[in-house]
């Protein structure tokens, strides 16, 4: 059996996970920009846990797992807010804890957490782009040496007969 391969489709794979990884760097990049902006310009404040809203989430195993959302008390003008955080996790938080919050002054239900622990997607978008895209650049380096060499050696004129082996089979010689 004979199998034809060609390169155009892993040419086109690599093509898309550069994409892929640059796009991802990129998002990244724009959301540690707009996290960072607002860390940087909003109203800094402490605010308290006052319940949580708790669900299940399937995980990529297909187990389900009990998440928790805070629910975040915090006074801003004068006024006393009640927001759900930006942030769900496994740990079921406790009645009373402090958070450092960020809100925008124009908009107190506009919140963000003030921890270090928010620049933890910004970090995941850097490596998994990182990957994609060293991936996807390897493979077209590859695949453009692949298609390289192919050419060369598509240039290269096989020869139709044999060279001759000694001195004496050539035709300017007498046998």
């Known amino acids: 059996?004979?199998?034809?391969t060609?390169?155009?489709?892993?040419?086109?794979i690599s093509i898309l996970f550069a994409i892929i990884g640059i796009g991802l760097i990129v998002g990244g990049a724009i959301f540690n920009n707009s996290l960072n902006s607002k860390l940087n310009s909003w109203t800094h404040t402490v605010a308290t846990v006052t319940s949580y809203r708790e669900y299940e989430d399937?995980?990529?195993d297909g187990y389900y797992q009990t998440m928790y959302t805070e629910i975040l008390e915090f006074t801003a003008n004068g006024q006393v807010y009640s927001v759900r955080s930006n942030v769900s996790s496994s740990i079921r938080p406790r009645i009373g804890d402090l958070r450092e919050i960020a809100y925008n002054p124009n908009n107190p239900k506009d919140i963000v957490l003030a921890t270090k622990d928010n620049h933890m997607p910004v970090y995941i978008l850097f490596i998994v782009?990182?990957?994609?895209s060293l991936l996807g650049i390897s493979l077209i380096v590859s695949n453009i040496v692949s298609i390289v060499k192919k050419r060369k050696n598509a240039a290269v004129p096989s020869p139709t007969e044999e060279a001759p082996q000694d001195i004496y089979e050539m035709q300017y010689f007498d046998k």
Do not use: E
Not at 1 to 4: F, N, P, W
Not at 6 to 12: D, F, G
């Open 1 to 4: 059996m004979v199998v034809v």
């Open 6 to 12: 060609t390169k155009k489709p892993n040419l086109i």
């Open 58 to 60: 399937k995980d990529s």
């Open 129 to 132: 782009g990182g990957v994609f």
